[in-house]
């Protein structure tokens, strides 16, 4: 079985400052895929980054970035020079091997201050 | 499409009346995914449908829930004589593959309001 926990129910952060959104896991596949997805009070979940469990370096999408540390299985999605429209809930998500399906997190609902 | 659409988007309704939920993948997407997410809580897996077969639906509730998917498009998500706790946003997804890295697309979902 899969899991995704995310320990913060949401983050204050001011403008133009970096935040850390953390996310752990836990799966039994040795090859697995982790997503980030952002949900702003329209509803509709964007896709923001991936990380494969193999890739040896953290990726990187414009302002976020992901902290991969495969040992304590975590994906924290980290966004740069936070900007007002960053308000939002943030989901983790994953992929094992042999699944076709994601499982998501509870999510951390980001606030934004001018 | 352009993108994964689905109506109604927003649907009240009253206890014990039969629901019906539709989406309209992005073309050619062969694999399509319902979530449910309930007010402040995450999303709960509902079925995966590859083609038009399902090979997962563990996470329907109850068998009040079915769907189909015809054509390898369109899904309807039916909801029978439903109840309170179904009230919630249901989200339709789509992906062109089921690789590991493939993520999904996601519609603006339809929010159930069950009275």
């Known amino acids: 079985a899969q899991k995704i926990t995310q320990t913060q129910p949401g983050m204050f952060v001011q403008g133009k400052e970096a935040v850390t959104l953390d996310c752990t896991y836990d799966?039994?596949?040795?090859?697995?895929?982790l997503f980030w997805y952002k949900q702003p009070s329209s509803g509709e979940m964007i896709f923001l980054i991936y990380q494969g469990s193999y890739d040896e370096q953290n990726a990187t999408e414009g302002r976020y970035s992901l902290n991969f540390q495969k040992a304590r299985k975590s994906a924290n999605l980290v966004i740069s020079a936070s900007q007002l429209g960053d308000s939002a809930m943030y989901f983790c998500a994953m992929r094992g091997g042999g699944y076709s399906t994601l499982t998501f997190g509870k999510g951390t609902m980001l606030l934004v201050s001018p | 499409g352009a993108g994964v659409s689905q109506s109604p988007s927003n649907k009240v309704t009253e206890k014990g009346k039969d629901v019906e939920l539709r989406c309209d993948p992005i073309?050619?997407?062969?694999?399509l995914y319902w979530y449910r997410q309930s007010l402040g809580q995450g999303l709960e897996f509902l079925i995966y449908?590859?083609?038009?077969?399902?090979?997962?639906k563990s996470g329907l509730p109850s068998d009040r829930f079915s769907a189909e998917r015809t054509g390898g498009s369109v899904s309807t998500l039916t909801i029978q004589r439903t109840q309170q706790e179904d009230s919630a946003v249901y989200l339709c997804?789509?992906?062109?593959?089921?690789?590991?890295?493939?993520?999904?697309?996601f519609g603006s979902g339809t929010r159930l309001t069950v009275v």
């Open positions: 997804a789509s992906s062109l593959v089921t690789g590991q890295s493939s993520g999904y697309t």
């Open positions: 073309s050619g997407h062969t694999a």
């Open positions: 449908f590859q083609g038009n077969s399902a090979p997962d």
């Open positions: 799966t039994s596949d040795q090859s697995y895929g």
